[in-house]
């Protein structure tokens, strides 16, 4: 997982929660890196599970809704530092319904070495699409906090529905209906 994912993390956990909470979940996780992440470096995954469940333990919210909190920050980041791929869309369901061929392609070119998901669009319509998210390090929820800020970003919004396709989660189904 890349290091601009844990840095932007712990800064919204020192953000919302305080430095000490930076600290606790970082103590009392075993890390390789030690808790030391550079945006352009690339860290074990089982790190990032680490700090959401001990953030999870300390806070009492789930990792899902933490994710989705995150992934709704995350996408200021990606209006920062890579708006030159949102300003290539002027629709939402456009937007997400090229992640696979087109969004995460470009992620790729930056960061060989990245960890995505794969997004197959089994409809699509201009008010409707349904994706089928897959990825080993389930974190749908992210993707969901995506999805609504990708809305957002349009000023438009949309009623998003997902189904788990198994117990892990590794495959959701998305269903979204632009209002
Ligand atoms: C992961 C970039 C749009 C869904 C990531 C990662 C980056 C990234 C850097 C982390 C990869 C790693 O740590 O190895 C971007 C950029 C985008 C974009 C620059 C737009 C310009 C989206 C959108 C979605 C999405 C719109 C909406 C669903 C995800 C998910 C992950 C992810 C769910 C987590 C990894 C996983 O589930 O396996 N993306 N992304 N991304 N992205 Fe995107």
């Known amino acids: 997982m ?17 430095i000490e ?3 606790t979940i970082i103590n009392s996780s075993n890390l390789k890196s ?4 550079t945006s352009v470096g690339t860290y074990e995954f089982s790190e990032m599970l680490q700090l ?3 953030l999870s333990e300390n806070t009492n919210i789930s990792i899902d809704d933490l994710l989705q909190v995150y992934a ?12 030159g791929v949102l300003e290539m869309y002027s ?9 696979e061929n087109h969004i995460h392609v470009e992620v790729r070119k930056i960061y060989p070495d990245a960890e995505l998901p794969t997004f197959q669009v089994l409809e699509k319509t201009p008010k409707r699409l349904v994706l ?7 974190m749908h929820a992210f993707g969901l906090g995506l999805m609504n800020k990708t809305f957002e970003h349009f ?4 009623t998003i529905e997902f189904e788990k396709l198994n117990d892990v989660a590794t495959e959701v189904k998305f269903i979204i209906n632009k209002n």
Do not use: C, Q, W
């Open 2 to 18: 890349k290091g601009i994912v844990f840095t932007e993390f712990l800064d919204l956990v020192e953000d919302k929660f305080g």
């Open 21 to 23: 909470m930076v600290d």
């Open 52 to 54: 959401l469940t001990h």
């Open 155 to 158: 000023n438009e919004s949309a």
């Open 132 to 138: 089928i998210y897959k990825s080993s390090r389930s």
């Open 91 to 99: 629709d939402p369901i456009e937007m997400l319904a090229s992640i």
């Open 72 to 83: 709704e920050h995350f996408f200021s980041v990606i209006k920062r530092s890579y708006s």
């Open 34 to 37: 030690e808790g030391v992440y």
